[in-house]
């Protein structure tokens, strides 16, 4: 049930929040609209303190503040903000609050439908000014308090009587709560210090440090497109609805309309502050993979300069593989300490080159004679977005170039306080800026029960491990001796399997590791296979051990034994798809051979950007026959193929027993790779470079190894995300055989063909119709795949049917060897059916003249390869 519970906590973007103090006296009371309505989630921030709270649900607020004089400032969307002075003393002070609702002033353009909509120079200030608001902050230090939640409305039929059995009904939310002491500091480093935590159900293996930092002004948030991207005006339409007065500013209210409904894009309002070109609040909605966000965030002047974001709402609505979820999360700041950028600190007007076209004209002239175009940051009154937005982008580049030489985009680090799940529920009382509601209380309640007897079943459970149990020959299980030493035994259900060659086979493989100093890790793995049908034997033994830290990112492995290989290594058909081609329509797609072998192996990425890779094998090679005829569906016009493969280039590839001494170089270059650095680990950004690679396979000819012959390989991949939900992705490789003296049909260059209705291959790598084997060759190749992902094109046009995540693909693969000809593949497919599936149309031609169509099912592309 944890895994329920912590997908609950896990839906939405978290952003801040806060703690209150235990104080002696402090303020309460009920916040409404003018007409009583109760305005739950009003953000109240105290000025003097630089923090705040929000009321609860029914708009009640509690502050506990020590003596003193302080102005209190009540907020919410659509609502007048309204400012209180107030003297505390000792004990509770009642204020009650009534807000009136803002009334906005529109612009006189509005009605003239002949001039361009104000909304969008004012959304062209804003982003051209988003990176500047970015960089504006040295750093800045807060206090924040989260609080989230989630209601089960529905769930799958077959698992409703398991829920209801472990107590789960929909009057019981999912609470999590924690206190978090968070640090920016420019250009890219974020700290948080989890102060304490608690999650309803599951209050062992929390990870309270997923306080996400986001930042308004990113062109992208959670991988939505923000309306103050770059691109933004590609994505969205925008509307202005008026402007109104807080506190001296004059902010303007602005309709956010994608101009095209789906995944990854806001809609709802954004409110901008006239002349700072910053966020005043935002009410924005979006949708992902099936989930619904719906956020609300007001900012507070810091200081008259800078608004910083103090309260955060989530609401969130997911229905999931039939869960229905409802969830809410709650993120509050305070606390803040600001320093601001001394190099930024300078005010300036921005000109909209569309609207002041003269002005703008004079500016960029006048810059073209500046020497240094980073000066005009702290001199010029008056900057076009143009040069705004060339200024702060050569500011930024400098910048990481002096601090970061390793291309680390992001730096967090993190840390938790050894009482972080400890405190009690007096501490959360005394903390809690916002009462639990009776959902939550009761959620508590329940759920902190079950996670005792989770705990004690885990207790069982670990003591159980020691101890083989009689079933765990079939079912596999895992076994822990003591913190460094593990035996894990897989499922023979996992091993069994059907080809024609070895009939019905059955399996057995283990694994043992052994966790060594330095994050070093030794590792063995035997593994056997009994074949019914030609009543044979074989198995293999792999050692590999993994250097941790005394070689950072390196292993070596030796592997050996006698086993059965397809003759592509690439291994181009799932051996359970090859069952069920084989048992059911009568095609024996997989081509195999036996093989005694010893094989060595070293992988060490070089440098950050560098991966390299030697292997080099001694095999003793024999070919193999069909052994069986069984079949479950018997399709009379339909006969089982040889174990030979058909090949055009060569009209026999059957072999005698030999023996062969083979090696293998590969190098992968990617020269622009990024990095994101979590507690001084650097993880790579996926896709964030394309990648070169360079593979080089050697026989090498002696006494005991017949096959002489040299081989080299350059490929180019690369996946460049293209807007909202959209994707094109490259995969290009080129080599030719230099010397052929002696190779067999094994040391071809092999090709990922497929003949099944089933695609389980990398898409941007294989192809849908290409036999097998037909085309394999002893001479060069150029074989290339280009696959695009549309978010909109033919029936996603419909808003209905994107709104499902159903994204459309248009796919080319190309295949060039001496017999091949020109072999080209077009396809088209619908994707994401359900979040899971794939279909797809091809069509394949030679040489420009039509040779076949077929339909392939596979798995979404979005969790294939992504």
């Known amino acids: 049930m944890k895994y329920l519970y912590l997908g609950l906590f896990l839906l939405p973007f978290i952003f ?126 807060a206090r924040v308090y989260i609080k989230g939640g989630g209601r089960l409305l529905d769930s799958p039929f077959f698992l409703r009587k398991r829920i209801a059995k472990e107590g789960i009904d ?177 005010s300036f007007e921005v000109i909209d080159e569309k609207i002041e076209i003269e002005k703008a004209a004079s500016l960029e002239l006048k810059e073209e004679k500046k020497s240094n175009p980073l000066s005009a940051l702290n001199t010029e009154e008056e900057l076009t977005r143009k040069q705004l937005k060339k200024i702060i982008k050569e500011y930024e580049k400098q910048e990481m170039k002096e601090l970061n030489s390793e291309n680390i985009s992001l730096i967090t680090v993190e840390s938790i306080d050894s009482l972080a799940s400890k405190k009690d529920s007096a501490y959360w009382n005394n903390i809690r800026p916002i009462p639990l509601n009776s ?47 593990n035996l894990r035994v897989y499922s023979m259900l996992e091993q069994v ?67 059965t290989s397809q003759f592509n290594k690439e291994n181009p058909i799932n051996e359970i798809n090859n069952a069920f081609t084989t048992l059911m329509l009568n095609k024996n797609f997989m081509k195999i051979y036996e093989k005694n072998f010893v094989v060595v192996g070293f992988d060490k990425r070089l440098y950050d950007k560098i991966s390299f890779q030697i292997n080099t094998e001694f095999a003793e090679r024999s070919s193999l026959n069909n052994n069986s005829d069984f079949t479950i569906i018997n399709w009379k016009e339909r006969t089982y193929s040889s174990n030979s493969p058909t090949n055009s280039e060569l009209s026999d590839t059957d072999f005698p027993i030999h023996q062969s001494w083979t090696a293998e170089i590969g190098v992968q270059y990617r020269p622009w790779l990024k990095f994101r650095s979590r507690n001084g680990k650097k993880r790579e950004i996926a896709n964030s470079s394309p990648e070169f690679s360079f593979k080089y396979e050697k026989g090498i000819v002696t006494d005991f190894s017949i096959v002489d012959y040299d081989r080299i390989e350059l490929g180019f991949k690369h996946k460049l995300k293209v807007g909202a939900g959209a994707a094109l992705s490259i995969n290009v490789r080129a080599g030719s055989t230099l010397n052929d003296k002696n190779l067999t049909f094994i040391d071809y260059k092999h090709f990922m063909g497929n003949r099944s209705p089933f695609e389980t291959n990398n898409p941007v790598a294989s192809y849908r119709l290409l036999p097998y084997y037909d085309y394999s060759t002893s001479s060069e190749y150029l074989s290339g795949h280009l696959h695009y992902r549309f978010r909109k094109f033919l029936l996603t046009q419909f808003a209905l049917l994107r709104m499902t995540g159903l994204t459309e693909n248009v796919f080319i693969n190309y295949l060039g060897t001496q017999n091949s000809g020109n072999y080209t593949e077009l396809g088209y497919g619908l994707d994401n059916i359900f979040r899971i599936f794939r279909i797809e149309g091809v069509l394949s031609f030679q040489d420009g003249v039509f040779k076949e169509a077929g339909l392939r099912i596979g798995i979404s592309t979005v969790l294939d390869f992504d």
């Open 170 to 346: 929909s009057n019981m939310a999912f609470t999590s709560e924690s206190v978090i002491d968070v640090e920016f500091l420019r250009p890219n480093t974020y700290k948080q210090h989890v102060i304490s935590v608690r999650t309803s159900g599951d209050d062992s293996n929390t990870s309270p440090n997923n306080y996400i930092f986001g930042n308004y002004y990113e062109p992208k948030i959670n991988d939505a497109i923000s309306p103050l991207s770059p691109r933004a005006l590609i994505h969205y339409h925008f509307k202005y609805l008026g402007s109104f007065t807080d506190r001296g500013f004059t902010v303007n209210m602005i309709k956010v309309i994608p101009k095209s409904k789906g995944d990854n894009l806001f809609a709802g309002d954004l409110f901008i502050i006239d002349d700072q070109w910053s966020i005043y609040s935002l009410d924005l909605q979006t949708e992902s993979y099936g989930i619904v966000f719906d956020i609300k965030v007001l900012f507070s002047p810091i200081d008259n300069k800078v608004w910083m974001p103090i309260s955060h709402q989530f609401d969130i609505e997911a229905s999931i593989y039939g869960f229905d979820i409802v969830g809410s999360y709650l993120a509050v700041v305070s606390d803040y300490e600001i320093t601001i950028n001394p190099e930024l600190d300078h």
């Open 497 to 563: 399997n059907f080809n024609t060659v070895d009939g019905l086979y059955l399996g057995y493989k283990m694994r043992y590791r052994i966790n060594t100093s330095e994050n070093s890790r030794l590792s063995f793995t035997p593994k056997i296979r009994y074949a019914f049908s030609r009543e044979a034997w074989t198995g293999t033994f792999k050692t590999e051990f993994d250097f941790g830290q005394r070689l950072r990112d390196a292993f070596i492995y030796v592997e050996a034994g006698r086993f």
């Open 439 to 485: 959902y939550e209380v009761k959620g508590y309640q329940k759920l902190d029960s079950l996670a005792v007897a989770e705990k004690e079943e885990a207790l069982s459970d670990s003591t159980k491990k020691s101890t083989f149990r009689w079933h765990d020959v079939f079912l596999g299980g895992s076994y822990s001796f003591g913190e460094n030493h």
């Open 16 to 141: 801040s929040t806060q703690s209150v103090y235990s104080q002696s006296g402090g303020v309460e009371g009920n916040i409404t609209s003018q007409s009583g309505e109760e305005l739950g989630y009003a953000t109240i921030y105290i000025r003097n303190l630089k923090t705040g709270t929000t009321s609860n649900d029914v708009g009640y607020y509690n502050i506990k503040l020590a003596a003193g004089k302080y102005d209190i400032v009540f907020q919410y969307l659509g609502y007048e903000t309204t400012v209180k002075y107030v003297e505390i003393g000792e004990g509770m002070q009642e204020l009650d609050i009534s807000l009136s609702a803002i009334s906005y002033q529109l612009s006189e353009f509005d009605v003239n439908s002949d001039r361009e909509d104000p909304a969008y120079t004012i959304m062209r200030k804003a982003i051209a000014k988003s990176n500047y608001h970015r960089q504006q902050l040295d750093s800045y230090k």
